[in-house]
C-alpha cells in the first residue's frame, strides 16, 4: 500500500510542478464548433446547429487558474423537413460571457483544460412567417451557462491548438410560434419550458503573450 500512495504522490507532485513551471500571462483565444441541439424536444427536431464561434481574452495565473471575458455567437437554421409549414429562417444568439477555467499539464507540449463560461445571451428569430406576421425579429433573453473540456497542444511558446467540447445551457424554452408557426404540431406544450440545450464539438486556438508556455 506505501508504494503505491509514493507512486500517486509523487506523480501529483510531477503533474503540480510542471504546471507551476508555465508562467502566467495573457492571452487571446477562439474557437469554432458544430452545436448539436439536445434538450428542448422542439428545438431539438426543427433547429440546426450551423457554428458557434467564441472570442475571448484571458488572464491566467501561476497556479494555473484562468480567467476570461469574451463575446460569442451562434446560429441555428429551421430544417424545413421537421415541419408542415413553408418557412425559411434562422435563430442568432449573441452573447457576452465571462470564463473560468483550469490548466493541468500532462507535458511541456500537452494540457487538459477545464472551464466553464457564465454569461448573457440576445436571441433574434428571423423568419418568413414572424416577418409575414409583423413581429420580425422575435427577440428574446436569456443567461447562458456552459461547462467545456479542451484537450490542448502547444506547437511553440506563443501558440496552441486545442480540440475542445462543451454542453451549453439556455435559460429560455422554445416552441414552434417562436419563429412563427401557427401549430404546435404533436408537441406537448408543457414541455416548451424545457431549457433549450445543445452540445458544442469544434476546435480553437490560442495565443500566449510574452514567453508564457514550455
Not at 59 to 77: A, C, H, I, K, W
Not at 107 to 121: L, P, Q
Not at 169 to 187: D, H, K, V
Request: charged share 10%.
Amino acid at each position: 500500500m506505501r508504494p503505491i500512495l509514493v507512486i500517486v504522490l509523487s506523480c501529483f507532485l510531477s503533474v503540480q510542478l510542471n504546471a507551476q513551471n508555465q508562467n502566467s500571462g495573457y492571452t487571446f483565444n477562439m474557437d469554432i464548433g458544430l452545436p448539436i441541439s439536445v434538450g428542448n424536444e422542439s428545438f431539438q427536431d426543427i433547429m440546426q446547429g450551423l457554428a458557434c464561434t467564441n472570442v475571448y481574452g484571458q488572464y491566467t495565473f501561476p497556479f494555473q487558474l484562468n480567467l476570461g471575458v469574451g463575446v460569442r455567437y451562434s446560429l441555428f437554421t429551421i430544417d424545413e423537413f421537421a415541419i408542415s409549414e413553408d418557412n425559411i429562417g434562422q435563430i442568432h444568439l449573441g452573447a457576452a460571457f465571462t470564463n473560468v477555467g483550469y490548466s493541468l499539464f500532462h507535458t511541456d507540449r500537452f494540457a487538459t483544460d477545464f472551464g466553464v463560461k457564465v454569461g448573457y445571451s440576445w436571441n433574434y428569430a428571423d423568419t418568413d412567417l414572424n416577418n409575414a406576421l409583423g413581429l420580425n425579429p422575435v427577440v428574446f433573453e436569456s443567461v447562458l451557462v456552459e461547462p467545456t473540456l479542451g484537450l490542448v497542444l502547444f506547437t511553440d511558446k506563443q501558440n496552441s491548438y486545442r480540440w475542445n467540447i462543451g454542453y451549453c445551457i439556455q435559460g429560455y424554452g422554445f416552441r414552434p410560434g417562436t419563429i412563427g408557426l401557427s401549430s404546435n404540431s404533436a408537441y406537448d406544450s408543457a414541455k416548451f419550458d424545457n431549457l433549450t440545450n445543445y452540445f458544442v464539438v469544434g476546435f480553437g486556438y490560442t495565443h500566449y503573450f510574452g514567453n508564457t508556455s514550455n
